[in-house]
Structure formats: structure tokens, C-alpha cells
């Protein structure tokens, strides 16, 4: 007489579980808070397709979300997707290489290309789904990669704020952000997981995805100290060695893998390098000059656009040095701040800032852990107070960063 009941109730438990968003594992919660916010940067980028005039190589002639999803980058990856790289190098009049697609890594659109062949849908349609599909998944990888280090609570209102951050939208655009961050935090957790060659596996794609492979080999030998340092009480077997020594080659050819896969196509050794100093007003790339001459620009009707253009990068640096090394972030281990330190440190020395700089952030993420006050020991109510004033502040981000940057107003605009 009393076993019906008994069933019942346990029939009913995963029934309530499902009902109640607190009781889901953290990296559903995570994907859920995320596919809640490209929800909302999904209706203002639908918002913003009523601002944005038609433009034949990129737009049809009347302009909807789709259409503002392979805007700028998008449209690189679309001629990928569809027609592959150019093979010679597109040369000028003057013999200098041209902007071409050997500046987009193929990860993204080789997959695209794959996934429209299977369903015959078009690349915008592909693209962005693909897109958003990984930057939910992110955020679940995201989740569990920092509840590693950081109180449950802090780990899902990191992801929250980062989700919402102003340039958050890029995740669901037909960009290689979101493949890019849900690889970077897979190779994160096999890294904390001491999966060595498994970790060098992902970076290796990483490596076919964006240009932030260089700055994992910090974190690596970063990772791999701190394992040596801890051999005493924890030897190191033959078999993790040579895992090690693996994940330390192939990460180093993630790195490499995509300037030497465009020199051997197009017979250029530094075909990449060309291609990328195409988008310099004087074709080189030389490292920080960029970042100075943007800053002097930014503060040229001061009067001493020299001075403040330094002070406002040394501020810049010791912000983000401050950021990691403070007791604020302790709880997130070396292997996350160094990860957070290297990436802008190789940013400077290859990179234009100017308006991507926003974009370029997303990678960052373990600085939302400090800002919502989860690095450091117990947390209390605090961090969601945080975490809602700062998803507020990037939605109202992501207006300026819609209707500024992605809106593209013919015949030329600053890039998102």
C-alpha cells in the first residue's frame, strides 16, 4: 500500500528538476542565460536592419537580420565558403599583395561550406546559425571551466556578463568568435585536466580558427611549471612526459599552421604576413606602432596627443596587470591569468586596436570573474548585484555597438 506513492514521488523528481532553472547543471544554466541574451541582441540586430541602406555585395534589397549577419567579415567568409582562397595572391599596379581571403582562417567557413552542402541552405542562413549554436555552447564550456576555480555562482554570472558584453553580438554573426572561444575553453579544461595532447589537439584547431594560438603556449608552459612544481608529492609518470611533450608540439604547430599552410599554397613563404599588412595604410606590420598612432589620433586636439596617447596605453596595461594580479583574482589560478595577460600582450604586438579592439575583448573573459567580484574567497549577494548592473550596462553596450559599428553606412564606416 505504501509503494505507489514511493513511485510516484520519484517519478515526479526529475519533473520538478526540469521545472526549476536552479536545479538544471551549471552548463545548462549557462547555455540557457546565453541563448537568453542572443535573444536580445538578436531582436536589436533585427532592430538595426531598418537603419541599414542596401548594398549589393553584401545585402539584398531590403535588408533583414540575415542580411546583417555576413556584414563586414562576414561577407570574407561567405566568399570562402563558396569559392575558397585565391590562388596566386591578388597583386596591385604597384606589385604589393591586396586584401584578399587569406586573412580569414578556414575553420569556420570550411564547416559552413560542409553543413550547406548537406541542407542546400545559404550561407547566411549557415553561417549564423553556426555561429550562435557555438557561442551558446561557450558559454556551457565557459561555465565549467571557471567552476573550477571560482564558486558556482560566480562561474554562471561571469558568463552572463560576458554574454552580454557590447560586442557579444559578434557570436552570433557569421564571425569565428564563438568557434573560437568554445575551443579556447575546451583547450583551457584539458590543460586544468593535465590532458596534455588532448589539449595540443585543440590547439592545433584553434589555430585554424583565429590568430590566437601563440599566446596558448604561455599558458602551457605556464601549466607545465606549475605540474613540475608539484612533483614531490605528485610524481610525473613516462606517460604523461611524452603526453606533455606532444601537447607542447602540436600547440606550437597550431600556431604556426595557418601562415604556413597559405606559403605553401601560394608558393609566397610569407603570403599570410603580405595579405595581413594589406590592411596597414603602408603594407608592414610592425609591433605597438599601431596602438600609439591610433591613441595620438584619439587625443590630436589636445595639444600633446604624444602625451596622453602614452599614459592612456600605460593605464591600459596597468589595469589589465592589476586585473590578474591582484588578490581579486586569485582564485583563478595561473594557468587562467596568464592565458588573460598573454592574449593582450600578443594583441599588442600584431594587432590593430582601433574599433575591432571591442571585439577582440570577447577572449577575455575570466576579467568578468573579477569585475563581478568571484575571484576572491566566499562570495555573498554582492556578485549578483554586480552581475545584473553590468549585463544592464552591455545590452545598452550592444545598442552602441549595433548601430555604430555593425550598421554599415556606404561608402565607408568604422568596422565592428
Known sequence: M???PTSVRHVRLPERALADPRRWPLAVQAMAVCALLRLVSGILIAL?????????PWTGAHPGYVDMTVLWDGSWYREIALHGYPVPLPRGADGLVGQNAWAFYPLFPMVSRFVMALTGLSFPVVGSTLALIAGIAAGGAMASLLARKVPRSAALGAVAVWAAFPAAPSL???????FAILLLCWYLLRVLDRRWWTAGAVGVLIGLTRPIAVPLGVVLVVALVVRWRRRPTDPVTTSEWVSAGAGVLLTGAGAIAWTVIAGLVT??????????AAWRGNHTIVPLTPWVGVAEWLFASTGHPALY?????ALLVVAIVVSMAGPWAAALGPELRAWTLAYPAYLA???DPFTSVFRYLLPMFPVAVV??????????????VRTALLVVLGVIGQVVWIWQLLVFVPPADYPP
Open 371 to 384: 569585475l563581478v567580484g568571484g575571484g576572491r574567497g566566499p562570495i555573498g549577494r554582492a556578485v549578483k
Open 172 to 178: 552570433q554573426i557569421a564571425y569565428t568568435e564563438s
Open 309 to 313: 596617447a602614452w599614459s592612456l596605453l
Open 2 to 4: 505504501t509503494a505507489a
Open 48 to 56: 538595426a536592419s531598418r537603419d541599414q541602406v542596401p548594398f549589393a
Open 267 to 276: 608558393g609566397v613563404p610569407d603570403a599570410y604576413t603580405q595579405t595581413m
Open 349 to 351: 604586438l600584431v594587432l
